[in-house]
């Protein structure tokens, strides 16, 4: 009886195994290519919203310091408030922290009228994830907390 399932004589693959094969991967790579775009927005988000919550931390810092919260630019970020917002590029990656990690925008820093809290907020709202411009926020009032819907 002869066994079709030992190769004795043949050494590898051979082309049509190869294409199988070849198919089978691109058939799952191309299922997955969604899942890695979604999972890359939310690492972004997940970026956006650390650097919003340093962004309050110095802000509350410095309202510890001076008992008052900072002015905004006239384009209503923080870019004069930051001491390594004058820090080259070449010594420091933190310059890119005032940007918003996906649309490369300024955060938006809102102190209320009475200044006893702000609101820092994403101008691009991250739209793969389908926020809304202006969220992902945070917002100081006696406490940090995450912005609702």
Not at 26 to 37: G, I, N, Q, S, Y
Not at 78 to 102: G, I, Q, R, V, W
Not at 123 to 144: C, I, Q, V
């Amino acid at each position: 009886m002869r066994n079709y399932f030992s190769r004795t004589g043949n050494k590898g693959f051979t082309m049509t195994e190869l294409l199988t094969i070849i198919l089978i991967i691109a058939a799952l790579a191309t299922l997955m290519f969604p899942h890695f775009k979604r999972s890359l927005a939310n690492a972004k988000v997940s970026d956006c919203m650390n650097n919003q919550r340093q962004f309050a931390t110095m802000i509350q810092v410095y309202y510890i310091e001076w008992k008052l919260f900072p002015d905004p630019d006239a384009n209503g970020s923080l870019s004069n408030l930051l001491p390594y917002n004058k820090l080259t590029p070449e010594y420091t990656a933190a310059k890119n922290k005032l940007f918003c990690p996906d649309s490369k925008e300024l955060y938006v820093y809102q102190p209320n009228p009475k200044r006893d809290n702000f609101t820092i907020s994403c101008r691009s709202g991250h739209p793969l994830l389908g926020l809304s411009p202006l969220k992902p926020y945070y917002t100081y009032a006696g406490g940090l907390f995450k912005g609702e819907d």
